[in-house]
């Protein structure tokens, strides 16, 4: 057995490897590239002559040491560039409409300020229950597909 570790340590080395970046693909965390890193050098170990079982801590402490001292700043460098822009739901909170049809608790109908015409509804705890065409109205939030919204002056009144 030792002969055969031996002998074929750089083809466990290469499978390693291998599996290694596959699954880093997959996950995309930095943990598995740093093992696979790691396994390059059990496998420079093991073209340098080293017996195989100096090659296995050889590998785990190369291992761990890119984890620990390398991976972090490279995951914050690489969450530093996230699109700043809203999107979704996000965006749509605290944009300014029109009031299109009459907007009560029940039903009515908004056009925002980028165009988009949303159902609407008067925000629960909203101290005026009705809200007639022309309004100007604030999105407060979003239940569905329908737009929850104030007047801009009991939102400032808050």
């Known amino acids: 057995m030792a002969d055969f570790l031996a002998s074929y340590a750089w083809v466990i080395w ?6 290694f970046l596959v699954v880093e693909t997959l996950t995309l965390d930095l943990i598995f590239l740093m093992l696979a890193i790691g396994s390059v050098g059990g496998l420079v170990a093991h073209f340098a002559g080293a017996p195989f079982l100096l090659q296995i801590p050889i590998a785990g402490v190369i291992a761990l040491l890119l984890i ?3 991976r972090p700043p490279l995951l914050r460098r690489l969450r530093r560039g996230g699109d700043p822009a809203k999107s979704n739901v996000e965006a749509l909170l605290g944009l300014e409409g029109r009031v299109l049809d009459p907007v009560t608790t029940i039903s009515g109908t908004v056009r925002l300020s980028n165009g988009d015409t949303w159902t609407a509804r008067v925000f629960p705890s909203s101290t005026l229950q009705s809200l007639m065409p022309g309004e100007t109205v604030v999105v407060k939030a979003i239940d569905g597909a329908t737009a929850l919204v104030e007047t801009p002056t009991e939102r400032r009144e808050l």
């Open 14 to 19: 290469l499978a390693l490897i291998l599996v």
């Open 68 to 70: 620990f001292t390398l």
